[in-house]
C-alpha cells in the first residue's frame, strides 16, 4: 500500500490549502454586478438566542476533503467532528436555531451550495470550521503506519479569518475576535504565522494581534454570505502533536465551550 498512499499523499499535499479557495477577479467582478449580497439590517441586530440562526458549516465534502493530517486522515472527518460538538454546544446552550451544514459534491461548487443554503435559511451567523495545514514547500516526510507521509511540525495553533467584503463586516470581525479571546482564556494560542513571507499566497494581514483574526477578502463563505460569517481554522493537523490534540476530547470541548462562551457574550451586549 506503501506507493498508492504515497501517490494519494503527494495529490493531496498539492492541494493542501484547497480550504481557501479564492474568488478569482471574474467571478468577483461578476459578483458586484449582479450578486452584490445586500446587508438585511434585522442580521445580528439583535440576538435573541432561541432565535439566533447559527449555521455551522462543515468544511470541505467526503469528495473533495481538504488537508490530509500527518498520518492521513483527511481533513473532513476532523471538520465533521468537531462542527456537530460546536453544534450541540450551542444548542445545549439555548441557541436552538442552530443547525449543521454538511455539504457534498466538488470543491467549487460545494462553496456555492454553502453560501445558497445558508442565505436561503436566513442565517445570522455562519460558521465554518476547518483544520490547518501549511503550504506544500514546508512539508516534510516521515513514516507512519508503513507509509511515506507528510508532515510539517513547524507551526500549531488555531486562526479567524474575516473578509471585508461581507456585508456584516463589523459584526464578524467582533464575533471572530470574541471566539479568538474565549479560545485564548481556554489556553489556546493562535497560529502567528499567517503574516510571514513563507506563506507565500496565503498570507494575511493581521487584524487582531491579540487573539488572532485575519483578514481574507476573497474566500467565498466569507464575501457572498449575506449574513456575518467567521471561518474557524481550529488547529493543525499537520503538526503531529497538535493532531492528535484535534482528537482529543479535552480539546473539542475547549473549542466548542469557547464559541459558545462568545456566542453568548455576543448576545448579552446586543
Ligand atoms: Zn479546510
Not at 486562526?159 to 471566539?179: D, E, G, K, W
Not at 494581514?205 to 481550529?234: F, I, N, P, W
Amino acid at each position: 500500500m506503501g506507493q498508492p498512499r504515497s501517490i494519494i499523499a503527494g495529490l493531496v499535499a498539492s492541494i493542501l490549502l484547497s480550504s481557501l479557495v479564492l474568488v478569482d477577479a471574474v467571478d468577483a467582478a461578476a459578483a458586484r454586478k449582479i450578486a452584490r449580497p445586500r446587508p438585511k439590517p434585522s442580521s445580528a441586530a439583535k440576538c435573541e438566542m432561541p432565535k439566533f440562526r447559527i449555521v455551522v458549516d462543515v468544511g470541505h465534502t467526503p469528495d473533495s476533503y481538504g488537508a490530509l493530517s500527518a498520518r492521513n486522515d483527511p481533513e473532513f472527518g476532523f471538520n465533521f467532528r468537531l462542527a456537530r460538538l460546536i453544534t450541540a454546544k450551542l444548542k445545549s446552550e439555548g441557541f436552538a436555531a442552530t443547525r449543521l451544514l454538511v455539504t457534498d459534491g466538488k470543491a467549487r461548487p460545494s462553496l456555492f451550495k454553502r453560501v445558497g443554503a445558508a442565505n436561503e435559511g436566513r442565517a445570522d451567523l455562519f460558521l465554518s470550521v476547518h483544520h490547518d495545514s501549511v503550504p506544500d514547500k514546508l512539508l516534510e516526510t516521515w513514516e507512519f503506519d508503513g507509509a511515506k507521509s507528510y508532515f510539517s511540525d513547524r507551526f500549531s495553533g488555531h486562526s479567524l479569518f474575516v473578509s471585508r467584503q461581507n456585508p456584516h463586516f463589523a459584526t464578524s470581525l467582533m464575533l471572530a475576535r470574541m471566539i479568538g479571546w474565549q479560545l485564548k482564556q481556554q489556553g489556546l494560542h493562535y497560529a502567528s504565522q499567517y503574516t510571514l513571507p513563507v506563506m507565500g499566497r496565503y498570507r494575511r494581514q493581521l487584524l487582531d494581534k491579540d487573539v488572532g483574526v485575519y483578514r481574507y477578502d476573497g474566500l467565498v463563505v466569507l464575501s457572498r454570505t449575506r449574513s456575518a460569517a467567521v471561518l474557524l481554522e481550529a488547529g493543525s493537523i499537520i503538526n503531529r502533536d497538535e493532531e492528535m490534540e484535534m482528537n482529543s476530547p479535552e480539546r473539542h470541548e475547549a473549542v466548542a465551550g469557547a464559541v459558545a462562551a462568545a456566542m453568548r457574550e455576543f448576545c448579552e451586549k446586543r
